[in-house]
């Protein structure tokens, strides 16, 4: 819906100035195909907001435009579906005149309910026009089990009837969600959802083009395209799509998740919500958002997440936002000005993840294990791939003669920055981790450094080149060999244990 829409005073107010305005009436198949082979031709995309389907969905869905086909979208959660569907609305003419008064958006060139009839028969040229944009000329309903076919098609209006009406008379009817979206889109989601019974009541929607009510002899010839969305049926279990009414789909379009982790990193970028806080400037930097896509990615692949259920890319998002966070509140407690996540900041993750994945373990004490095992293959393959390997040894070499780094979340960047100063080694794989992003910046620089530093160590731990010893909040990283000597023939000389992957 779109708020305050200033509806433009050149538009006719009748059907006689619209007549001669030379403005042509088209079906809603016919206005999508239109304005889509102008963008396609223009070399414009559909969606502006899409990332990921330029060579697999849209193809499709252009194809079926084009058809002029109703769509279903078959998919797991959190493949944009109902987005691609809702944007399709931007393929509508931004204006589009009904006869004043209807509820079911009557052309004025051939009206179908009975009210529009008669007023045409009456005034003529002279019949009133309203203007309806093209946010209006679209509907939704989200399948549910209690949906029925007065939700969706209509009923007889009993205030009507007491308002004298016959029981007969067409003008009795109150019209449901599909007569309303007439000359425009509607859309149903979770379509398995919808109770079998009321999925026949679709049929002639779909085929005939009309809509039958409670007996009524009346047939409203309504210009509808619809899409539905569902998940695949082999993992929802909770119904089906009846095969009549699969069959009167045009087209059937497969989604997707992202492909690799730079399309998920520019859907991260773009739809995920930073928090905002004043006084701390929060900085995201480009191999942390690459970790949280690369998390995805895994738990995409692991044994031990359902995938018939999907990872939603609705978790790479909460995971983002849950790592900017939790750096937002280590900036505040210790008064920093710039917050930059870290690893340290990891251990929100479990928590922005559960929900989002079903883990297929018989022990459900062992969730939280599981995740975190996702996310450090994460930390280990982005290390991997931003640090090259004739790095790791000088790394490794400068740590045997050293006492080892102490991280933590209540750490400062200058603790980090005094580690790089003594470690030139380790230095280096920082800057190679930091890569482009805007160290040169001097309030940013030292937070950015120590975010890198703690990736490196963690890189190096996972990679069974450093030992981790952690208690609480803080780890420290050592050599392995110090790490040995310090534990004697007699096993760990410390309260904690020092920890491998």
């Known amino acids: 819906m779109v708020l305050a829409m200033m509806l433009p005073t050149s538009l006719a107010s009748t059907i006689g100035e619209l007549r001669a305005g030379g403005w042509e009436s088209v079906s809603v198949s016919a206005e999508l195909r239109r304005n889509a082979v102008a963008r396609i031709r223009i070399g414009d995309p559909l969606f502006a907001d899409v990332i990921g389907y330029d060579d697999t969905v849209l193809p499709q869905l252009e194809n079926a435009l084009l058809a002029g086909h109703d769509v279903i979208f078959l998919g797991e959660r959190g493949q944009a579906k109902t987005r691609l569907i809702r944007g399709l609305t931007e393929l509508l003419d931004e204006w589009m005149p009904i006869v004043s008064g209807s509820e079911i958006n009557d052309d004025p060139y051939a009206p179908v309910s009975r009210y529009a009839q008669e007023l045409v028969a009456a005034e003529g040229d002279d019949t009133p ?259 090259p390997g004739d790095l790791h040894r000088g790394v490794v070499e400068a740590f045997d003669a050293h006492d080892g780094v102490a991280t933590g979340d209540d750490l400062g960047a200058g603790a980090y920055a005094e580690v790089l100063d003594e470690i030139p080694a380790l230095a280096t794989a920082v800057t190679v981790v930091l890569g482009d992003e805007p160290e040169s910046v001097s309030v940013v620089a030292p937070v950015l450094l120590a975010s890198a530093l703690e990736l490196v160590l963690e890189g190096l731990h996972l990679s069974k080149r450093l030992n981790k010893r952690t208690s609480g909040s803080h780890s420290r990283y050592s050599s392995r060999g110090a790490e040995s000597r310090a534990q004697g023939p007699g096993g760990p000389s410390g309260p904690v244990a020092a920890t491998g992957k």
């Open 129 to 387: 026009l309203s203007w309806v944009h093209r946010s209006d000329r679209y509907g939704e309903k989200l399948a549910t089990p209690d949906t029925s076919i007065a939700d969706l098609i209509g009923e007889v209006d009993p205030i009507k009837v007491a308002e004298g009406r016959y029981l007969s008379d067409e003008l009795t009817i109150h019209y449901g969600l599909v007569p309303r979206c007439n000359r425009g889109l509607f859309a149903i989601n979770e379509l398995p959802d919808l109770a079998e019974r009321i999925q026949v009541g679709l049929l002639n929607v779909l085929e005939e083009r009309d809509v039958q009510i409670r007996g009524h002899r009346v047939r409203l010839p309504l210009d509808v395209v619809l899409f539905a969305s569902a998940n695949p049926e082999d993992y929802t279990n909770r119904g089906r799509i009846i095969t009549p009414l699969k069959d009167r789909f045009g087209s059937q379009i497969r989604t997707h998740y992202p492909l690799d982790a730079d399309v998920e990193m520019d859907i991260v970028i773009q739809e995920a919500t930073i928090p905002a806080v004043d006084g701390v400037e929060v900085v995201v930097p480009d191999f942390m958002t690459r970790l949280v896509a690369t998390i995805a990615q895994e738990a995409r692949r692991s044994p031990h997440l359902n995938q018939r259920s999907g990872v939603s890319v609705r978790m790479s998002l909460a995971c983002q936002e849950a790592l900017a966070a939790s750096a937002v509140r280590r900036a505040v407690r210790a008064g920093e000005s710039v917050a930059v996540p870290r690893v340290s900041d990891l251990e929100a993750l479990p928590a922005a993840m559960a929900g989002k994945v079903e883990v297929d373990s018989l022990d459900e004490d062992r969730d939280g294990e599981i995740l975190m095992r996702i996310v450090q293959a994460a930390v280990l393959s982005v290390f991997r791939d931003l640090v």
